[in-house]
């Protein structure tokens, strides 16, 4: 079965600081992963996917995310965070080859103080 | 600009009444999906559509009926029998089930029980 973990409620960092956001899954085969981020009352927006190919995925906004297979993680890294990148942030894994349905984690609220 | 549009963004529902989300698409997207999303939890997936006309459970589906009359279209009705509604919903779409670009979401639509 898949799973997603995102072990961090909550993760506070300083602006112009660098930031990881944490994520781990469970998914037989290749996996497809995602990142997502929600502002306030609005729907999730794209950030990066893994597919295939290179371990760091670079995305919008500055975000990158490293795939490590045997960790089984998808960390979410900026080198330096904005106070605007305060939100809800969501990893997602599909099953790769053939999978339809994509598992989102509980999500990490991301605080950035000024 | 393509995207998709859920309306209305605030529905409140009296105790035994049916009410019904609008999400349309015009991304010409073959699959469609609704979330449920309530604090702490992430997304739970009610119901997916991969084709016009047809239409599947989710995880979290009783209580819970949608369409799929048309392409752009995948309405999703909150019956009398959900018994714990609040929450706010999500339409998101793919190219396909299948496919690996992630999803588009809408801007959601909160559902209060009055």
């Known amino acids: 079965a898949q799973s997603v973990a995102q072990p961090e409620d909550q993760v506070n960092v300083a602006e112009g600081n660098p930031l990881t956001v944490k994520c781990t899954y469970s998914v037989s085969g290749n996996p497809y992963l995602f990142w997502y981020v929600q502002y306030p009352n609005r729907g999730l927006q794209f950030l990066l996917k893994y597919i295939t190919g290179d371990n760091l995925v670079k995305g919008s906004y500055g975000f990158e995310a490293e795939f490590n297979k045997s960790q089984t993680s998808f960390h979410l890294k900026k080198p330096s965070a904005l106070v605007s990148d305060s939100a809800l942030y969501f990893c997602?894994?599909?099953?790769?080859?053939?999978?339809?349905?994509?598992?989102f984690g509980a999500g990490t609220r991301l605080f950035v103080k000024a | 600009d393509g995207g998709i549009t859920q309306s209305p963004k605030y529905l409140f529902r009296k105790e035994g009444q049916n009410v019904t989300l609008s999400c349309e698409q015009n991304?010409?997207?073959?699959?469609m999906y609704w979330y449920r999303q309530d604090p702490g939890q992430g997304l739970r997936l009610i119901y997916y559509s991969q084709i016009v006309n047809d239409f599947q459970k989710g995880d979290i589906a009783e209580g819970y009926s949608v369409s799929r009359e048309k392409k752009e279209s995948f309405p999703l009705t909150v019956t009398s029998a959900q018994k714990n509604p609040t929450a706010f919903y999500l339409c998101?779409?793919?190219?396909?089930?299948?496919?690996?670009?992630?999803?588009?979401f809408g801007s959601g639509t909160r559902l209060t029980v009055v």
């Open positions: 998101a779409s793919s190219s396909r089930t299948d496919d690996v670009y992630g999803y588009t």
């Open positions: 991304l010409n997207h073959d699959a």
């Open positions: 997602a894994v599909k099953k790769g080859t053939g999978g339809f349905k994509t598992i």
